[in-house]
């Protein structure tokens, strides 16, 4: 079975300073790893994934998140936070990507003027 | 948005009723997924098809049953509709490795 913990349900942060949201898995074989963003009323879009390769992996609207194997972690990071940036983010981790996700229970990013 | 939408977008109907929410493609992708977004649990996978006629259980399937008889349409049907399915209805597919997701169907059942 595999699983994903979003430790914070909320993650405030001000605006131009560096934001984390985190993200752990537990899966059996190797994983690929996503992250998805909500916003209010609309579906999931899609900011970045790990499949295999290098551990630091580039996103959408500035977004990277770090591929770490032996913590088993997939956080989610920005050097400088925006307004904008507030949203619903959800991790997701798959074994074989074409079967279903397994997501994890989300956090919502709060950005302060 | 990978050419997928969800219909009805909203619906409210009544304990016992059946309900049929439908998902349409149009870019022949294989795999379609649905899922339910509820407050703290993320989303959780109901059903999911591989091919036409092709489909499987999820992590939270009793109370729902699917059917594919076409490429584009995935259909996800409440035989007996109950307050604990109330929920935001989400269809996705597969493609370059990554999901994709439809706008979602908010369903309430009174």
């Known amino acids: 079975a595999q699983s994903v913990a979003q430790p914070e349900d909320q993650v405030n942060v001000a605006e131009g300073n560096p934001l984390t949201v985190k993200c752990t898995y537990s899966?059996?074989?190797?994983?690929?790893l996503f992250w998805y963003v909500q916003y209010p009323n609309r579906g999931l879009q899609f900011l970045l994934k790990?499949?295999?390769?290098?551990?630091l992996v580039k996103g959408s609207y500035g977004f990277e998140a770090e591929f770490n194997k032996s913590q088993t972690s997939f956080h989610l990071k920005k050097p400088s936070a925006l307004v904008s940036d507030s949203a619903l983010y959800f991790c997701a981790v798959g074994v074989v990507w074409r079967r279903a996700l397994t997501f994890g229970s989300g956090t919502r990013l709060q950005v302060q003027p | 948005d990978a050419g997928i939408t969800q219909s009805p977008r909203h619906k409210v109907t009544e304990t016992g009723t059946p309900v049929t929410l439908r998902c349409h493609q149009t870019?022949?992708?294989?795999?379609m997924y649905w899922y339910r977004q509820d407050p703290g649990h993320g989303l959780r996978l109901i059903h999911y098809?591989?091919?036409?006629?092709?489909?499987d259980k999820g992590e939270v399937s009793d109370g729902y049953s699917v059917s594919r008889s076409k490429t584009e349409d995935f259909l996800l049907t409440l035989e007996s509709a109950t307050s604990s399915q109330t929920s935001v209805y989400f269809c996705a597919i597969s493609a370059d490795n990554e999901q994709f997701f439809g706008p979602g169907t908010r369903l309430t059942v009174l």
């Open positions: 790990y499949i295999t390769g290098d551990n």
């Open positions: 899966v059996s074989g190797n994983p690929y």
């Open positions: 870019e022949n992708h294989r795999y």
């Open positions: 098809s591989y091919g036409v006629k092709d489909t």
